[in-house]
Structures are given as structure tokens and as C-alpha cells.
DNA sequence: GTGTACTTTCACAACTTCTTGAAAGTTTCA
DNA sequence: TGAAACTTTCAAGAAGTTGTGAAAGTACAC
């Protein structure tokens, strides 16, 4: 297989499986652009190689930033800002979990504290009761878990990660 | 706080965070509905309660089985099909699981097998397959350590994560 | 067989999210 | 200061996703 054909298909797979991750199409596109390339990028080679806006490609790579998948480099004697992406993928999936985690799992936890003031005697309020008390139990070990895992390197992870398949 | 307004923001918070889990706002919100709810409720209940059409509610709760997470449940003497949540938090973290590595990780492990294919001498050639080697690697472990936490009850996982959490 | 009580399907409508491109903003340097 | 080289913002349109409701399908009871 040619290289170009590869990139292509990596693209286009990336791109399809950060859609189901919280990372929308073309961001998850210009992280697979910047996995495969040896050099850092400036804007507009994204631009050109996924045909995508200038303000697309900004969006979408501030984005990136933010959720640290991907960096900055300044070039000496150059004005442009270039690109890299985070390549070590124990760091790139950290990253994600992170995040989602922020997002999601730490609003619902919230949420089901509030829910814990719910009263009442009756069958509806008792099964209410019990299974807020359920995901608020799971989540909150959930919750520990992955704050272990963001906050623990690679070595420990790898680690339980041998252990658990083991 | 009154159950009728502990039931709604568990359902819109429960519809919230399903959006962000491959399981869409109403398919979430009949799923809370169903797991606030001490007994079986029919179609029609489900549409009365979240104001949703047939068409949606069927849809929806056809999908909600598919992934598990809920089940039919017949009535003697009724024509009617009822339905409850699956409520053993385990039970429906797996299944979401199980049916995301399916969809996600399976196709994007096949996608890497064929990319081993790509030759070339050149940086961007060995910058691209080493990528695609890492990426290979830490997919396949992940996948079996999936696998085997989808296969495991549900014991073995609540020891595992509290080994993780120590 | 036929009526009744449901469930499923599907074309279209409503809504949400993503993309564009041009204008505005910022930085750098002479 | 001002003009060139970039980056950021944003309103409008395109694309994608979800929801509707009526019509078609199915199954059971008589």
C-alpha cells in the first residue's frame, strides 16, 4: 500500500471513531493528519490537505489544544504557528478521559446529590430512592477510578492494564 | 424534595448524559423513565410521560432492547407489551460497553490491520507505521481487556476496581 | 373471516450541529 | 504609525440527526 493511500484511510477511520468520542469529525481528522506527519503543521496545510475552511481548521485545532491532543510550536524566523499532535496514545486517551470525565461523569454526580432529597414512603419513591442510591455508589467509584488513572503514568497503567487481561 | 421533580431531573439529566454515550436523548430518557418506575410500563405510558410520539417511543425502546438495557415483559391477560430496565448498574455498563466495542474498537482494529501494509523508506512512511504500530498495540490490549471485563461478572470487576481505586 | 388492539414503518418536518468565508482583530516589524 | 502576515470570530447556510403521525402490518379473539 502506498503511503498516501494509508494516510487516507487512517484519515478517514480516525475520523469516523473520534465522532463516537466526543470529538467531532474534522477535529478528530486534523489529529489523525498531525499522528502521521513527521513534521509539525501551520494552518494552512491543513486547510489544503483536508479541504476544509480557514475557520473550520482554527475551531477545530483551538479545540484540539484545549483537550491538550495536540500542540503548538513556534518555528524560529517564521510568524506562522505550527502544529503537533501528542503522539504517545497512553497521553492521548488520558487526555480524552479526562475531559469526558469533566464533562460528564462529574455533572452527574452533582446531579445525583441533588436527587438524594427525594422523600416519600411509597413503592415509587422507595425504588427511586434505591436506584439513585445504585448509579451514585457506581459512579462515584467510576469517578475514583479514573482520577487515579488520569492522575497515575503510564508504567502503572500499563501495569494493571497487564494485570487485568492477564 | 417531591418525587414527581426528582423523576424529571433524574430524566433530563440521565437524557444528558446518555447523548454523550452513543445513546441518544429520548432512548436515555425512556431508560430513566423506566428505571425510576416500579413496575412495567406500556408503550403508551412512555409516551404520556416524556410527550413523545408512537413512532419515536417504538423506536427507541426497539433500540433500548437491542442494547440490552431493557427488556419486554408480558403481562398475563394483557395484549399490551410492557417493559422494565435492566436496574443492576453493572449490567448496563457492560452492555453499553459491549455494544460500543462492536461499533467502535472492533472496525477500527481491522482498519489498523490493513494499514500495516504501507511501505516506504522515507520519514513520513516510518512516522506513519510506527504510529499505526503504537495505535495497533494499545487498541489490542484494550480489547481484550474489554473483552474479558464483558465476559467477567460482576464480582471480579468490583474487586479489580478496587484494587485500581486502593 | 373479520374486527379490534395493538406494533412497526416511513416520508417528511423540526431541530441541532458543523462549515464556510468574509470581516474584524492581533501581532510584528520597518 | 501603518501595512503586511497571520489568527479569530461570527452570521448564514449546509448537512446530519431526531421526531412526528398517519398508514400499513400483525396477531389474537370471536
Redesign the interface.
Known amino acids: 500500500?502506498?503511503?498516501a493511500?494509508?494516510?487516507e484511510?487512517?484519515i478517514h477511520?480516525w475520523g469516523?471513531?473520534g465522532s463516537?468520542?466526543?470529538i467531532n469529525r474534522t477535529m478528530a481528522q486534523i489529529h489523525a493528519l498531525l499522528?502521521?506527519?513527521?513534521q509539525a503543521l501551520s494552518a494552512d496545510d491543513i486547510m489544503t490537505e483536508l479541504n476544509i475552511s480557514r475557520g473550520n481548521a482554527n475551531m477545530n485545532i483551538r479545540a484540539l489544544i484545549d483537550w491538550r491532543l495536540v500542540h503548538k510550536v513556534l518555528k524560529p524566523g517564521e510568524r506562522k504557528e505550527f502544529f503537533v499532535a501528542e503522539?504517545d496514545?497512553?497521553e492521548v486517551?488520558r487526555n480524552i478521559i479526562a475531559e469526558?470525565k469533566k464533562?460528564?461523569l462529574e455533572?452527574?454526580i452533582r446531579?445525583?446529590n441533588?436527587?438524594s432529597?427525594?422523600?416519600?414512603t411509597?413503592?415509587?419513591?422507595?425504588?427511586?430512592s434505591e436506584?439513585?442510591k445504585?448509579?451514585k455508589l457506581?459512579s462515584t467509584?467510576a469517578d475514583?477510578?479514573l482520577e487515579?488513572?488520569i492522575r497515575s503514568d503510564s508504567s502503572w497503567f500499563v501495569g494493571?492494564?497487564l494485570k487485568?487481561?492477564k
Open positions: 500500500m502506498e503511503l493511500e494509508g494516510k484511510k487512517f477511520a469516523t471513531l463516537s468520542w466526543g499522528l502521521m506527519s513527521s503522539k496514545m497512553w486517551v469526558r464533562k460528564e455533572p452527574m446531579a445525583l441533588e436527587l432529597a427525594v422523600e416519600g411509597d413503592e415509587d419513591s422507595r425504588a427511586f436506584v439513585v445504585d448509579i457506581f467509584k475514583s477510578a487515579r488513572l494493571t492494564f487485568m487481561i
